[in-house]
């Protein structure tokens, strides 16, 4: 349903933790007593000419071209540009270079002065998008989770999950109603709980009390 | 589809007055233009459209109240009439299957429904605002239920965190508003013959026919899914 | 505050990675954390408001870019703490569809008062809907959760549950392993808590 669509909103953790990502910015003038953000500093004003890491929630909302600071594109965008041109991205092991490698590019694209960035993340995702449905539709447990950035690992996870609703729906197997997930896990946790006050106490068959909500 | 059939089937064969019934309630209904008697049957086909439709959208469609309510005394008339059947028998048990999965269609439709309510609340609600009575997407049950949820969370934020801080800004509220993505893709299956949808950005358009199929971003067909001439599949 | 090696919205930054981190229905509502960053967003916006006056007097635009900076913190905590309870305003709500109206002691330990108040709030008004429904004749939603295949289902019993009455008045007794071939849609709530077992 709707509910698996990437679409940030203010309350969205994912887009939070995008935007918590730091950014490499070259100061361009003086900024007084803004000495705190470089930990490098000597003065507590910041001074031109220094290089420090900003978040990103707080880049997004000067200007582009603001007169305080330019921003240093990563080079994790240029280092794919190769293999996208060879379209060779399958391989590439895209959690590792960064977690949110397509949201976090989406964001620096306007710093982008040679207006590669879109494209390139474009392309990646266009070449890897079948690959990802391949390894989606093989394997239900192991996902090479180093290789998904954040997006990719959710479309892994949705692929998996319908691949799996399609097989149950094959066998007829998927319509057994099921104890509720937060139920379960809650009597695992109770039972972790009651083993350890059982320690030493003895009778492991005792009903404890349990609450129980009816409906 | 089979089961609707053996539903019509199950109705006639054991004469429950399908229609009696139904045009009872229709007596009390004031906005009954024609008086054309509705079926059971026509009335599923409604509510089982609505609910596809509602499950593959983005957004909150028009509410069914009429129709649900219509099938809901019809399923506690069903009921009614099979205290009467012995249990073991085979009809019994394919009405009861029927009435199940009836069950299960409305409660599936309306849960939907209550997810997108509590997603997009605030948004839903100021829509609304802005329609006429006929248009509202929320029934009077929803109107009320989604009033009460806003409230519940507000007083909730209000309590933890929103009085303790300083100065709401303008434009901050608004800000806040969950939608929905409008523009993210659905299934499409037209019903009778369109032409010239707009399919794309640069106003490419194209002829639908009719049963043909379509993956296409959900608000460029919005108003065929309002006026039934396609359906979310 | 340490300002050295702190940046402005960590703190709050902080909650949500807890919250994330733990897949357990709900962490224990973090007092603590919530108290740090509702100071810290005030002390930002003393601070503002002082330096702001000050500007406003002298025309001097040299704090101009740490107003600026202190704003978009002052806003990022807004947003870090606020999707903090939202994102526990989710699972409460998960839980009433999932365990029913009274929540399990132990995890209402977890929970701050309003949150409670949430839940029951929640709870009554999904019930008055429910009620509602159909002018009056109402539908129960958190049952007829999956689409039904047969009337009957075979189920074990997992723990002593006692008597059971159904619909036309029979009553079984569910006692622990034992079995029962009983209607679904009387029985499913008792499989969603955990009490019966659907076995195949």
């Known amino acids: 349903m709707s509910a698996m669509n990437y679409f940030p909103n203010y309350y969205s953790i994912e887009d939070i933790f995008v935007t918590q990502e730091k950014v490499e910015c070259k100061v361009n003038t003086r900024l007084q007593r803004m000495g705190f953000l470089d930990a490098g500093a000597e003065t507590d004003d910041l001074e031109p000419g220094r290089t420090i890491n900003l978040p990103l929630w707080y880049i997004k909302e000067l200007k582009v071209n603001n007169a305080y600071f330019t921003v240093a594109v990563p080079d994790i965008y240029k280092n794919v540009h190769k293999a996208v041109c060879e379209a060779e991205t399958t391989h590439i092991e895209l959690g590792r270079l960064h977690p949110y490698f397509y949201e976090f590019g989406r964001y620096l694209t306007p710093y982008d002065r040679n207006h590669v960035i879109g494209r390139i993340i474009f392309e990646t995702l266009r070449q890897r998008v079948r690959h990802l449905l391949d390894i989606s539709k093989n394997d239900t447990d192991s996902k090479p989770d180093h290789r998904l950035d954040n997006i990719e690992s959710k479309l892994h996870d949705a692929g998996v999950r319908t691949n799996t609703l399609y097989i149950n729906w094959l066998q007829m197997s998927g319509n057994h109603l099921r104890i509720s997930e937060l139920v379960e896990e809650h009597q695992k946790k109770r039972k972790r709980a009651e083993r350890s006050d059982d320690e030493g106490a003895g009778d492991p068959d005792t009903p404890s009390s349990k609450k129980r909500s009816t409906m | ?233 | 505050m340490s300002r050295s090696n702190q940046m402005f919205g960590d703190n709050a930054f902080d909650l949500l990675k807890d919250l994330k981190r733990s897949a357990q229905t709900i962490p224990a509502f973090d007092d603590d954390g919530v108290r740090q960053v509702l100071e810290e967003i005030k002390a930002i916006f003393e601070e503002n408001v002082a330096q702001a006056s000050s500007y406003n007097n002298s025309g001097d635009r040299s704090l101009w870019p740490l107003l600026n900076y202190r704003h978009a913190a002052l806003q990022r905590n807004k947003r870090c703490l606020l999707a903090y309870l939202y994102e526990r305003m989710q699972r409460i709500k998960a839980m009433r569809w999932e365990f029913g109206p009274i929540i399990p002691s132990d995890i209402k330990q977890a929970l701050c008062d309003p949150e409670v108040q949430f839940f029951n709030n929640y709870s009554k008004s999904l019930a008055s809907y429910m009620r509602s429904v159909g002018d009056g004749q109402g539908i129960d939603l958190t049952g007829n959760l999956r689409p039904p295949k047969s009337l009957y289902i075979e189920v074990r019993c997992v723990e002593n549950y006692g008597k059971f009455e159904l619909d036309d008045g029979e009553v079984v007794h569910l006692k622990k392993n034992s079995q029962h071939y009983l209607p679904r849609a009387q029985v499913e709530p008792l499989v969603r808590q955990g009490i019966l077992q659907h076995i195949a």
């Open chain 2, 1 to 233: 589809m089979s089961d609707s059939e053996n539903l019509e089937q199950a109705l006639n064969e054991h004469d429950l007055s399908t229609e009696a019934a139904l045009a009872d309630v229709n007596e009390d209904d004031d906005e009954d233009e024609d008086a054309e008697p509705i079926t059971a049957q026509k009335v599923l086909d409604i509510l089982e459209t609505a609910w596809t439709n509602e499950m593959c959208a983005p957004e909150l469609l028009q509410h069914q109240t009429d129709m649900l309510e219509l099938m809901l005394s019809q399923v506690a008339h069903m009921e009614e009439q099979m205290k009467d059947l012995d249990k073991n028998d085979f009809r019994f048990v394919v009405h009861q299957m029927e009435l199940e999965r009836i069950r299960y269609i409305m409660a599936s439709y309306l849960r939907c429904r209550l997810q997108k309510i509590e997603a997009f609340t605030q948004h839903i609600i100021n829509q609304d605002e802005t329609r006429d009575a006929a248009d509202k997407r929320l029934s009077s049950e929803e109107a009320k239920y989604a009033q009460d949820f806003a409230q519940h969370v507000d007083e909730y934020f209000t309590k933890v965190a929103t009085r303790y801080m300083p100065n709401q800004q303008r434009g901050e509220a608004e800000q806040r508003i969950v939608a929905p993505n409008l523009m993210s893709h659905v299934f499409l299956k037209a019903n009778v013959a369109v032409s010239g949808v707009i399919v794309g950005v640069d106003d490419e358009e194209v002829d639908l026919t009719p049963g043909s199929q379509h993956i296409i971003p959900y608000q460029l067909v919005a108003d065929l899914v309002q006026k039934n001439q396609a359906q979310l599949i």
